[in-house]
C-alpha cells in the first residue's frame, strides 16, 4: 500500500489526504497547530458559531457543492439574501458596478488609443486598469475588490495570474479593455447565487473531513525540515503532498532543496485581522450586503460584511459586522494589541456608518501570513517552483491556481491525482 505524507490540514491538506485515502494510500496527515482547518476557523460568539477566517466560497464553481453534496452536507449551504454591496468612498457609500470583473467595469469610458498589450510581459492590474480607465476607477472599483480578495493593492496583482481569461483575451488580439472584460463576461454561462456558506460555519466541512480522515491526523505534529527519501517524524514515506503556505514551505525545504526554497520565498503574504462584532437588536446598517473601501480613504479597514444582512437573520443573527483590515504592505495593524484593534475597527465604523453603538460582543483573529500574493511575474515563479521540486513530492495551496476555497480544493485534488500517476509510474 502507497504511504502518503500530507504537510498542513488546512482545506488544501485535507481533500488531498481524502482523495488519497478514497484512492488506497496509507495516508498520514501532520499538522503543527493544535487544530484542523488552518484560514478555515470558525469561533463561538454568545453561543453561535461564527467564521473568523473564510466565511464564504465562490458558489459558480462546483468543487465546494461537490464536496458538501459528497459529505452529506449539501442541505447546510446557503446562499446570500440578494443584497448589493457598495463601495465607501469620498465620505459616501456608491454602488459597486453590476457588470465587473475583479472590478473591472464594463461601461468605463476608455482611452480610444489601441492598447499595446506584449504577449511575453506581465503587468499588473492596477497599471493596465490606470493606464485604459484612469485612477478613479483603480481606487474605487478594482483597489476595493483586490483588497477583499488578496489583501492588496491593484498595483501588486498579476493580470496574468489573477486574471488568466482576461490575459488570454489580450493575447488574442483584443484591442481594448473594456471588450475583453465584456467578452470573458459573456463567455461564463454560471447563474443563481455567486457565492455560498455553510450554515454552522466551515467548522461543519472540517468535522465532515475530520470524519473522514479519522485515526489518519496528527495535530500537534510540525515537520520542522523537510529531507529527501521522505522520512518525516520517524515514519518513512513514498510521497509527500506539502499543503502549507509558501513562507512555511521556504522554512522547511531551506537546507535540503535550497532552489525550491528560494523560488516560494519569492511569494509575498499579506497580513489580515477579522474583527467580528455583535451589536444591540436596536443598531440599524444601511441596505447593503457589505461595504468594501476605495484606496485612499482614511481608514485602517479594507472591508466590511454586514453578516446579518448578507445572509439573514436566521443563518447570521445579529446585529452582526465583520471588519476586515490590513493590507499588503500598508499597515501593521495585525501587530496591534485587542484593544488598539477592536478600536479602529469600531472607528471605522462610525465613520462609514455613523455607528456610535457599544457592541455586546468582539471576536478578534489575527492571520499572519494570511493570503499569498499574485504579484506580477507569479507565474514564472510558478514554473521556478515546479522546476525545483524533486519527483515524490508534490505542492499545493492557495498559491497555485487561485486563493478562494473552491480553487484550493481543486488544486488538492489535482495533487492527489499527480501522487497517484507518481505511484503508477514509480
Ligand atoms: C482572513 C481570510 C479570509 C478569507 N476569506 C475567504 C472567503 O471568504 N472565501 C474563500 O473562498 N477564501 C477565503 N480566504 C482564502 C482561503 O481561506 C485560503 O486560501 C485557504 O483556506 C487556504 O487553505 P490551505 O489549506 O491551502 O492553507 P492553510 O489554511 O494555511 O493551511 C495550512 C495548514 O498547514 C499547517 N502548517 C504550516 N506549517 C506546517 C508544518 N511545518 N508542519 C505541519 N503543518 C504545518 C498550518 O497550521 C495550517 O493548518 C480567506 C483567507 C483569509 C486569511
Redesign the pocket.
Known amino acids: 500500500m502507497t504511504a502518503v505524507a500530507v ?7 485535507l481533500v488531498a489526504a481524502f482523495r488519497l485515502k478514497q484512492a488506497g494510500c496509507r495516508v498520514t496527515v ?4 493544535d487544530r ?5 476557523r470558525s469561533g463561538t460568539m454568545d453561543g453561535l458559531r461564527v467564521d473568523v ?6 458558489r459558480r464553481r462546483p468543487e465546494v457543492l461537490g464536496l458538501a453534496a459528497e459529505l452529506g452536507l449539501a442541505d447546510d449551504i446557503v446562499s446570500p439574501l440578494g443584497r448589493r454591496p457598495a463601495v465607501y468612498a469620498d465620505g459616501g457609500l456608491h454602488p459597486l458596478a453590476a457588470r465587473q470583473l475583479m472590478g473591472i467595469p464594463t461601461d468605463a469610458p476608455e482611452v480610444s488609443v489601441p492598447l499595446a498589450w506584449n504577449r511575453r510581459v506581465d503587468v499588473s492590474l492596477g497599471a493596465l486598469v490606470r493606464e485604459r480607465l484612469g485612477e478613479t476607477v483603480v481606487a474605487r472599483s478594482v483597489d476595493p475588490m483586490l483588497s477583499g480578495v488578496y489583501s492588496a493593492h491593484a498595483d501588486d496583482v498579476s493580470v496574468r495570474a489573477a486574471l488568466p481569461a482576461l490575459a488570454a483575451e489580450l493575447d488574442a488580439g483584443t484591442q481594448s479593455l473594456t471588450a475583453a472584460v465584456q467578452r470573458v463576461l459573456d463567455r461564463s454561462t454560471a447563474s443563481g447565487p455567486v457565492f455560498g456558506a455553510f450554515r454552522g460555519g466551515y467548522q461543519d466541512l472540517l468535522d465532515a473531513l475530520a470524519a473522514q480522515l479519522e485515526g489518519s491526523i496528527l495535530l500537534n ?4 525540515e523537510l529531507r529527501s527519501g521522505w522520512m518525516l517524524r520517524g515514519w518513512w514515506f513514498d510521497a509527500v503532498v506539502l ?3 509558501p513562507p ?1 514551505v521556504a ?2 525545504t531551506r537546507t535540503t532543496f535550497p532552489r525550491l526554497a528560494q523560488a516560494v520565498a519569492g511569494i509575498p503574504a499579506a497580513d ?1 485581522v ?1 474583527v467580528t462584532l455583535r451589536f444591540p437588536d436596536s443598531v440599524e446598517f444601511p441596505d447593503h450586503s457589505g461595504v468594501l473601501v476605495a484606496s485612499g480613504e482614511i481608514l485602517t479597514a479594507k472591508a466590511f460584511t454586514l453578516s446579518t444582512q448578507k445572509w439573514g437573520p436566521d443563518v447570521r443573527p445579529g446585529p452582526m459586522v465583520r471588519v ?1 483590515l490590513g493590507r499588503l504592505g500598508v499597515s501593521r495593524i495585525v501587530d496591534e494589541d485587542d484593544a488598539t484593534v477592536a478600536e479602529a475597527a469600531l472607528a471605522d465604523l462610525q465613520t462609514v456608518f455613523g455607528t456610535t453603538a457599544s457592541p455586546r460582543s468582539a471576536l478578534i483573529q489575527r ?1 499572519y501570513e ?2 499569498p500574493v499574485y504579484v506580477p511575474g507569479h507565474l514564472d515563479r510558478l514554473a521556478e517552483i515546479a522546476d525545483a521540486t524533486p519527483p515524490g513530492l508534490v505542492l ?3 498559491y497555485f491556481d487561485g ?4 480553487a ?1 480544493i481543486a488544486h488538492a485534488e489535482a495533487a492527489a491525482a499527480a501522487v497517484l500517476e507518481h505511484r503508477v509510474a514509480g
Open positions: 504537510i498542513g490540514a488546512g482545506i488544501s491538506g501532520f499538522e503543527s497547530s484542523i482547518g488552518g484560514k478555515l477566517g473564510a466565511e464564504a466560497f465562490v505534529a510540525p515537520v520542522p499543503a502549507i503556505p512555511q522554512r522547511i489580515s477579522i476586515s492571520w494570511g493570503i499545493t495551496g492557495a486563493v478562494g476555497v473552491a484550493c
